[in-house]
């Protein structure tokens, strides 16, 4: 039995940076997510992007391009 010293602590792993693209509804203005996933660092330098996603709230096809994109944690 080890008296002085107590549990060593667990590894820290290193914070996740990966995040989940999402835009909002203009009809409903609830998130919805686009399939898509990219490196929070990276984000910045990536050049202009569009997309078409589905929406599952209003079922209706929205545009959106980088401006309106929300990084989810």
Known sequence: M???F???SPPRKAP???RRLL???PATSRLIA???TVDEPLWAA???KTGKVTCPHCHK???WVKGD???AR
Do not use: K, Q
Request: aromatic share 8%; net charge positive; hydrophobic share 35%.
């Open 2 to 4: 080890n008296f002085y």
């Open 6 to 8: 107590g549990r060593p």
């Open 16 to 18: 996740c940076t990966v």
């Open 23 to 25: 835009v909002r509804c």
């Open 34 to 36: 686009t399939g898509e």
């Open 46 to 48: 990536i050049p202009t």
């Open 61 to 63: 096809a929205h545009s």
């Open 69 to 71: 994109v929300i990084l």
